[in-house]
């Protein structure tokens, strides 16, 4: 028994005479024809921009894929550049519908992305949409060139302003580690205690906070 695949590509021929040579005999033709549609497809956007983000921060959007043909699209999009995930890269879009798309940027440094994220579509036209982005690494510094409390009587509580001032234009997500000083802690000005959110960490656009002695 032999079986004939037939793998249609776009623009392929639909009709093919398959030749048989037979050692003694005659030649015998097998006819092949087949009904090939052309999938179509779309992107609903054509640039997704992300402006200006900070660096280590993943950020998310969404576009579209849309079937625009009569049959289902397949769909495979190619390796994006660094820093840029698609979820999902391949996926199948049924007649009349869409698919969902998303796209995340993530870097670990201050960086440009401008590029054409590029989809296959099996037995169509390529898809396409272009993302830009502009990450920066945030610069945070401490006004206060130092802190000195002085002398604190045991159990008594002194607190010192502490300045942070974020020089960038993008927010800085701040971690906090004061583990193997127990005695302080970090608060802002309205008594928000720092350490107890998120392990520490907080979003700072240049606020004001305090750093408490305590006695135990």
């Known amino acids: 028994q032999i079986e004939v695949e037939l793998t249609p590509t776009l ?18 033709t097998l006819f092949c024809r087949a009904e090939i549609a052309e999938a179509k497809a779309t992107i609903t956007t ?28 397949v769909f495979a999009f190619e390796t994006p550049p660094a820093g840029v995930t698609i979820k999902p890269m391949r996926g199948c879009v049924r007649v009349g519908t869409s698919v969902e798309v998303t796209v995340e940027v993530i870097t ?11 989809g296959a579509i099996r037995c169509g036209r390529p898809i396409k949409v272009a993302v830009k982005a502009e990450a920066i690494a945030p610069d945070v510094e401490v006004l206060e060139d130092e802190l000195d409390f002085g002398g604190v009587v045991v159990g008594a509580r002194s607190s010192l302003p ?11 997500l701040m971690h906090v580690d004061l583990s193997d000083y127990p005695e302080f802690t970090l608060g802002t ?28």
């Open 11 to 28: 623009g392929s021929q639909s009709e093919h005479v398959l030749s048989a040579i037979v050692r003694g005999g005659p030649i015998k």
């Open 46 to 73: 054509k640039q997704i921009a992300f402006g200006t983000i900070a660096a280590g921060v993943a950020r998310e959007k969404q576009f579209f894929v849309k079937n625009l043909g009569q049959v289902e699209a």
């Open 108 to 118: 670990t440094g201050s960086m440009n992305i401008e590029a054409n994220l590029v």
């Open 162 to 172: 502490l300045t942070l001032h974020n020089r960038s234009a993008v927010p800085a």
């Open 189 to 216: 000005s309205d008594g928000d205690d720092l350490a107890s959110k998120a392990g520490g960490e907080e979003e700072n656009g240049g606020t004001r906070r305090e750093r408490k002695e305590r006695g135990e």
